[in-house]
């Protein structure tokens, strides 16, 4: 993995240098072959003006090789170190006259007759590339003067610039791979604990960390390696206390069971006792097939291939009917059930899950209401929202409990002496389908007795 990340990293390094040598290599050229021609033109321009200054009248005979305008054309040539600098005047019929001898480069301008602005062009001379510029000057009447300046030597010498890249190129080479294999020793053996922790957390040892040192990536990777370890080890200590919880929720029951059928078996029981016995034996076996319900519900809800059935559904009126069904337990209980149903119209919702909900929450509230209280269901449209509410005047949870009340048999251990039935799935089961349903669930606590449970889903109209 190491040699790998080193060879990476060479080869990115020496792409990126080619790439930007190159075009900064082409850049440059273009640069320098830009700045030489205009200042090509520049001279030339200025070249023009001294010319014109030394024309003879119109109408005269323009001079030779002895001429002061021949000279001027040397001096130019020797000031500006430039193989040629030559000149013509191009007459008001299009007549071109070149001054002094020579004239390679005038017979190759192109539309010199029609010559308006400065033209640079690339001429063969001798077997040469000659690179020039040709600069008109308007004379008036007379005509106009174009002054051509080139040369055929390199603008950039490319041999040179291309050896001394190549020794920039091996020095850079060598400094990435120094570079390269510091960082990949670093990187390699930071990345080499993350491999053995992984392999630990596999093995079952959650409880492994890795040292989270510096703001880097790799850094960030241990923070959520260690997130992620965390998070494993706390849903084991979870799953942990569920199976304890389970396993002392079913035991309490069976060995109810378990002893009262041993007894009757022995023949322990007195005749008038069996009215007794068989409701606790039926009040256990109740217990029991209520959890055993609610674990199965559980197990299907997290099982991928769980789905919602849903219909129209005119939920005030579903929801009456499921507060309805807990009319005779409520008044043996001596408990008032209250209704406060806004009419929200028809919606679509799965009336089975929506009911079990309603009912989970209602009988939890019944469960820890004492005589002579209160249990409220209530239904409201808020914000694009249904929210379905259930309260109650019981004892109230302890805001420390609030964040917790959802977790599985939490609430069934922490209250138990107040209401020891239930399986203590339910609040779990209403979180469960509440995210199924793309809804989400709250407890509402408040200093003093009463609880609220707050349930929401989106506006299925």
């Given amino acids: 993995m190491r040699r790998r990340f080193f060879w990476g990293m060479v080869s990115v390094a020496v792409i990126t240098l080619v790439v930007g040598g190159l075009a900064a290599a082409i850049l440059i050229s273009r640069s320098v072959e830009t700045s030489a021609r205009t200042e090509f033109a520049r001279q030339a321009s200025a070249t023009a003006r001294l010319i014109d200054a030394e024309l003879p009248p119109e109408g005269a005979r323009l001079g ?30 299009g007549t071109v006259t070149v001054l002094g001898a020579g004239g390679e480069l005038i017979g190759k301008v192109p539309d010199i007759a029609d010559l308006t602005e400065s033209v640079s062009f690339d001429a063969e001379v001798a077997g040469e590339t000659v690179t020039a510029v040709a600069q008109p000057f308007r004379l008036g009447e007379r005509g106009t003067v174009v002054v051509v300046i080139g040369t055929s030597l390199e603008l950039i010498p490319w041999n040179e610039v291309m050896l001394r890249f190549a020794w920039a190129l091996a020095l850079a080479l060598s400094l990435a791979a120094f570079l390269a294999r510091s960082f990949s020793r670093f990187a390699g053996r930071r990345l080499a604990e993350l491999h053995d922790a992984s392999r630990a957390v596999a093995g079952g040892n959650l409880a492994i960390r890795l040292p989270a040192q510096g703001d880097d990536e790799l850094a960030a990777l241990a ?9 494993l080890e706390a849903a084991r200590r979870r799953e942990h206390a569920f199976l304890v919880s389970v396993g002392h929720d079913l035991r309490t029951p069976l060995t109810t069971i378990s002893g009262y059928a041993e ?22 076996s109740d217990r029991l097939r209520r959890l055993v319900e609610d674990l199965m519900l559980l197990s ?16 005030a ?6 507060l309805e069904a807990f009319r005779t337990r409520a008044a043996a209980a001596r408990v008032q059930l209250v ?3 806004a009419d929200v119209g028809v919606v679509q919702v799965d009336p089975d899950r929506i009911a079990q909900v309603a009912g989970n929450l209602l009988e939890n509230a ?68 509440m995210a199924v349903m793309g809804g989400d669930a709250a407890v509402i606590t408040s200093p003093g007795p009463g609880t609220t449970i707050r349930v929401s889903i989106p506006d299925g109209r």
Avoid: C, K, W
């Fill in 263 to 284: 007894a009757m078996q022995e023949g322990r029981i007195p005749s008038d006792d069996l009215d007794r016995v068989a409701r606790v034996l039926g009040s256990e």
């Fill in 317 to 322: 009126g579903h929801l009456n009917g499921v």
């Fill in 300 to 315: 299907r809800i997290e099982a991928p291939e769980f789905s919602l059935r849903t219909e129209p559904v005119d939920l």
């Fill in 339 to 341: 209704s406060e149903m």
């Fill in 64 to 93: 030779d090789d002895g001429t002061r305008l021949v000279q001027i054309l040397r001096d130019v040539a020797l000031i500006g170190g430039h193989e040629f600098v030559e000149a013509a005047v191009v007459g008001p019929r």
């Fill in 366 to 433: 019944l469960r820890y209401t004492p005589e002579a209280g209160m249990v409220r269901l209530a239904l409201r449209r808020d914000a694009g929202r249904l929210v379905i509410e259930v309260s109650d005047s019981g004892p109230g949870i302890d805001p420390s409990d609030a964040p917790h009340v959802f977790e599985r048999l939490y609430v069934a251990t922490r209250y138990r002496p107040l209401r020891p039935e239930g399986s203590g799935l339910g609040l779990s089961i209403v979180r469960e389908l």
């Fill in 223 to 231: 923070i959520a390696f260690n997130d992620m370890a965390g998070q």
